[in-house]
């Protein structure tokens, strides 16, 4: 089945340690999105690729990267996770930027 | 900038009852989402609304939307306790903006069903 895949589902990082987050997409999707979704609260995106062409949110923190080597995959990376960044990490797909979102199962990071 | 405002945000029922949830948004939209989540899991897609006066239904939940109003609602019929769990409704920027096709999230309602 096509689908959204995220790994690894849970995370547990040290407080200043680099982690990368992964999400794989097999729909072929054009736009692929990282939301960031904190206990109790909605979700809130992070940054999105249209392609290849990469769109970051103005108040998203210079510590989230993301990179998107080839259409099916795309990566977070966290250059030096805070406490604060303890959440679930969504990711997402549509076709094009107004199409459905597909969302992947996400990625529970802590942080020690 | 579009906002999204759901009411009410915690919501308790009894078994066999009816409520509604409420979504208002900012400014125009070409689309409304109505999204489920249960506890520590991923977003589920229950409807996408694509024009005023849209209606669609799933088993105990009926979706609508009126887009003059800037309003969608998320109506339950006879609640049962399978449908706890957080509902959030997302709406989609139109283009014309920097925020084309963003989704904005509702706050989210959590529900809880009674026996």
């Known amino acids: 089945d096509a689908m959204v895949i995220q790994n690894p589902r849970y995370q547990v990082t040290q407080f200043g340690k680099p982690v990368t987050l992964s999400c794989s997409q097999t729909?072929?999707?054009?736009?692929m999105y990282w939301y960031q979704q904190k206990s109790s609260q909605a979700p809130k995106l992070l940054f999105h690729?249209?392609?290849?062409?990469?769109?970051n949110e103005a108040d998203t923190p210079d510590n989230f990267q993301s990179r998107r080597p080839n259409t099916s995959f795309c990566f977070l990376d966290i250059r030096s996770p805070g406490l604060g960044d303890a959440a679930m990490y969504l990711c997402?797909?549509?076709?094009?930027?107004?199409?459905?979102?597909?969302f992947g199962p996400g990625t529970r990071l802590t942080v020690t | 900038e579009l906002k999204v405002e759901q009411n009410p945000l915690f919501l308790s029922m009894q078994e066999g009852k009816n409520y509604t949830i409420y979504c208002n948004y900012s400014?125009?939209?070409?689309?409304l989402y109505w999204y489920r989540q249960d506890p520590g899991k991923s977003l589920e897609s229950l409807f996408v609304?694509?024009?005023?006066?849209a209606v669609k239904q799933e088993g105990r939940l009926m979706a609508s939307l009126d887009t003059k109003a800037r309003l969608s609602t998320l109506h339950i019929t006879a609640a049962v306790h399978d449908l706890s769990a957080t509902y959030f409704c997302?709406?989609?920027?139109?283009?014309?903006?920097?925020?084309?096709?963003?989704?904005?999230f509702g706050q989210g309602t959590i529900l809880t069903v009674h026996p």
């Open positions: 997402a797909t549509s076709r094009d930027r107004i199409g459905g979102k597909y």
């Open positions: 729909l072929n999707h054009n736009v």
């Open positions: 690729y249209y392609d290849k062409d990469f769109n």
């Open positions: 400014t125009t939209s070409d689309r």
């Open positions: 609304l694509l024009s005023n006066g």
């Open positions: 997302a709406a989609l920027a139109n283009a014309g903006g920097t925020s084309y096709g963003k989704l904005t």
